[in-house]
């Protein structure tokens, strides 16, 4: 199973905090799980032109085809002036417009006021919705008064992390198991 975490700002330290959390998570538990975490910060990624995603080189090629190679990923993504940031919402872009067909994807978000979560809600899985993701829909929510000095303090955070990542790795492996068996009835 391979499961990419995406951090998707290029700005900030929380939400790489929250990822890095994530990959430990991961990592500690399922270590048979082949991870890896991209964070956009770390990378030039091009603005969408149009192309087929096949057709980018270098940064913005190499981080296309790990997402569209991942059986699962886990989206982190600040909220910045009530809406995902555009370094995200280009990763999107680049992608086919089904690329996320049978793929389990879920959501870790960092933001400044409460009342950001409905920008998941209205805006992060309406999109994902329409790239035929399987939307782990409990996601964790993240807020200012839940870091300090780059830690996560809040316990219930940390057994919200827990359990994403649980039901990421067995809704991905119950897929896959369907699609296998799927596979099976054809008799070629």
Do not use: C, W
Request: aromatic content about 12%; cysteine-free.
């Amino acid at each position: 199973m391979k499961i990419v975490g995406l951090s998707g700002s290029i700005v900030g330290s929380k939400t790489r905090t929250a990822m890095n959390y994530l990959s430990k998570e991961i990592s500690e538990k399922y270590p048979e799980v082949e991870f890896n975490l991209i964070d956009l910060a770390d990378y030039n990624i091009q603005f969408s032109d149009g192309r087929n995603y096949l057709e980018y080189e270098g940064d913005t090629g190499f981080v296309t085809k790990q997402i569209m190679e991942a059986d699962a990923i886990i989206i982190g993504t600040p909220i910045f002036q009530a809406s995902i940031p555009a370094t995200l919402k280009n990763i999107f872009d680049l992608l086919p417009e089904k690329s996320f067909r049978d793929k389990i994807v879920s959501i870790i978000v960092t933001a400044g006021s409460p009342k950001h979560y409905l920008i998941v809600e209205q805006q992060l899985k309406p999109i994902l919705s329409y790239m035929k993701a399987q939307v782990v829909q409990s996601y964790v929510f993240i807020e200012e008064k839940d870091f300090y000095r780059k830690e996560i303090i809040n316990d219930d955070i940390i057994f919200r992390f827990q359990r994403l990542v649980e039901d990421t790795v067995v809704l991905t492996e119950t897929y896959m198991n369907i699609r296998k068996a799927k596979e099976e009835e054809y008799d070629f």
